[in-house]
């Protein structure tokens, strides 16, 4: 069965950090650029963070830069988010996708991977507060 299983989410106080996983079966992950999202209540879709699946490029929203870290481990066909100096407007639900993409992704890389990405996850919920 084709799937990526996110995991990792929980309950933070801003300041925190936390590490998310996304593991994939019935595939082979490295053939694919990952990407995570998120979703709060009553917000649009945002794309947060990408890989490449070629020489581990990476790209992310301006809102997380600094902050959030993806990573992947081909050998363990997952990839991971790590979260730190989380705030309270990260609260949401995070996903992890997968694009078949293999070209660099250029300028705006969130539409490029949202139009391209086939699979993703059920999400996880994290929650910062005090």
């Known amino acids: 069965q084709v799937q990526l299983v996110v995991s990792g989410g929980g309950l933070v106080k801003p300041g925190g950090s936390l590490r998310l996983s996304c593991v994939a079966s019935?595939?082979?992950?490295?053939?694919?650029?990952v990407g995570w999202f998120r979703q709060a209540p009553g917000k649009e879709r945002e794309g947060i963070a990408c890989?490449?699946?070629?020489?581990?490029?990476?790209y992310y929203s301006d809102s997380v830069k600094g902050r959030f870290t993806i990573s992947r481990d081909n050998g363990q066909n997952a990839a991971f988010l790590q979260l730190n100096s989380l705030k309270p407007e990260d609260t949401a639900v995070y996903y992890c996708a997968r694009d078949r993409r293999t070209r660099p992704y250029v300028g705006d890389w969130w539409t490029t991977f949202y139009y391209g990405m086939d699979k993703w996850g059920e999400g996880t919920l994290v929650t910062v507060s005090s």
């Open positions: 890989i490449n699946n070629s020489n581990g490029t990476t």
């Open positions: 019935g595939f082979a992950l490295h053939y694919y650029a």
